[in-house]
């Protein structure tokens, strides 16, 4: 059974950093495509970053481009998400994601099969 367990989530100044982590298992780690997404309160999942199966493979969504970086260790069954220069607006919580046959990297949170419980990152202004 795969799981996905987010890490490292916590209150951050306006500004600051911030790395969250997901640790995988039940799964072939170093095949699936993952991604990070997030989610305010009565608003639906807005996807971060997601990256191929191997990791060299990376996608951002625009608001984070050039501040948020995610790298994905296969020999570790963990994936990353080093936020810098956070903003109040990012305040959510932050969820992993995987999917299976992951060749290329996946934006729709309805391509992925498997979802952690979730972070919550609170950035205060």
């Known amino acids: 059974q795969v799981q996905l367990g987010e890490s490292g989530g916590g209150l951050v100044q306006a500004g600051g950093s911030l790395r969250v982590s997901c640790a995988a298992s039940?799964?072939?780690?170093?095949?699936?495509?993952m991604a990070w997404f997030r989610q305010v309160p009565g608003k639906g999942r807005e996807f971060v970053a997601g990256?191929?199966?191997?990791?060299?493979?990376?996608y951002y969504a625009d608001s984070v481009k050039g501040r948020f970086t995610i790298s994905k260790v296969n020999t570790k069954n963990t994936m990353y998400l080093q936020m810098n220069t956070l903003d109040s607006e990012e305040t959510a919580v932050y969820y992993c994601?995987?999917?299976?046959?992951?060749?290329?990297?996946?934006?729709?949170?309805?391509?992925?099969?498997?979802w952690g419980q979730g972070t919550q990152v609170t950035v205060s202004s």
């Open positions: 039940g799964c072939t780690f170093s095949t699936y495509a």
């Open positions: 990256t191929d199966w191997s990791g060299s493979r990376t």
């Open positions: 994601a995987a999917r299976t046959r992951g060749t290329v990297v996946y934006t729709s949170q309805w391509e992925y099969n498997y």
